[in-house]
């Protein structure tokens, strides 16, 4: 099992910055790939940022490329988004995702990829 909690989220005028933070725990080590999703009213939930554990190689949405970083520290076991000039579009409850051993078989953005979820971390823009 493996635990995630959430942070950083908040809100912020566009143009703004916020860096949320996804600190997990317990039997991390199966995990392959770790993601960054959102959620709006209405709406569907959708994959923005993603990385591949270990090669660190990384992933992002077309809208948020150039102003989202996701990034890792091994060290402290927590997984970052850095957002840069925030749009109201961005508005949405913000998720960290942890896959399994499996992860492999699902694309990056494929929520069936992640069995494990945290509650989620709000981030309002307001214009």
């Known amino acids: 099992q493996v635990q995630l909690v959430e942070s950083g989220g908040g809100s912020v005028q566009a143009g703004g910055s916020l860096r949320l933070s996804c600190k997990a725990s317990?039997?991390?080590?199966?995990?392959?790939?770790m993601a960054w999703f959102r959620q709006a009213p209405g709406k569907e939930r959708e994959g923005v940022a993603g990385?591949?554990?270990?090669?660190?190689?990384?992933f992002y949405d077309d809208s948020v490329k150039g102003r989202f970083t996701i990034s890792q520290d091994n060290a402290k076991n927590t997984l970052y988004l850095q957002m840069n000039s925030l749009k109201p579009e961005d508005t949405a409850m913000y998720y960290c995702?942890?896959?399994?051993?499996?992860?492999?078989?699902?694309?990056?953005?494929?929520?069936?990829?992640?069995?494990?979820w945290g509650q989620g971390t709000q981030v309002t823009v307001s214009s």
């Open positions: 990385i591949i554990l270990g090669v660190r190689s990384t």
């Open positions: 317990g039997d991390t080590y199966s995990s392959t790939g």
């Open positions: 995702a942890a896959d399994g051993p499996r992860g492999g078989s699902w694309s990056i953005f494929d929520t069936f990829r992640y069995n494990y």
